[in-house]
């Protein structure tokens, strides 16, 4: 997510929509951080999809992570 400039709100500057780049505002918006409704929704899909994953260590990485620390 952007961040605001020195001096300047995320509200004052607007902040880009991370489903289609476009510019949208931050307040007053239901939506945010999406322009609309139709760009959540395809984010929320993405997810739902297991097109984004939050990285992690296998099970055989742990263990061997745990049997090398002992």
């Keep these: ?3 605001p400039l020195h001096g300047q709100s995320s509200s004052a500057r607007g902040i880009t929509c991370p489903t289609c780049r476009k510019p949208t505002a931050w307040q007053d918006n239901p939506y945010r951080p999406f322009c ?3 760009c959540r929704l395809i984010d929320l899909g993405c997810w739902a999809d297991e097109e984004y994953r939050v990285p ?3 099970a ?3 263990f061997e992570t745990t049997e090398n620390n002992e």
Excluded: W
């Design 1 to 3: 997510m952007a961040t």
């Design 36 to 38: 609309s409704e139709r």
């Design 60 to 62: 055989a990485e742990l």
């Design 56 to 58: 992690s260590q296998t």
